[in-house]
């Protein structure tokens, strides 16, 4: 989705991620922990992992090996 951001601060080592199906608190609380992968357009892997909740609604925040790209969000990510 974007960078875990503040009023006057982006946390660009910081992702917060959307994953379908997952639509509370409760169900995101089960993805903590695991691997992310998101592939450039040149066919290389950015492996990431999803380390806590983001608010109520199914949010989660991840942090990637490497900073992720602007060009990487609304793209797809995988879940492994």
Known sequence: MTYRRGKNTQDTNQVLVKVEGVENREQAEKMVGKALV?????DREIKGKITAVHG?????RAK????LPG???KTTVEVA
């Open 38 to 42: 998101w592939k450039t357009p040149g």
């Open 71 to 73: 060009q990487s969000f």
């Open 56 to 60: 109520a609604k199914g949010v989660l």
């Open 64 to 67: 990637f090996d490497r900073n």
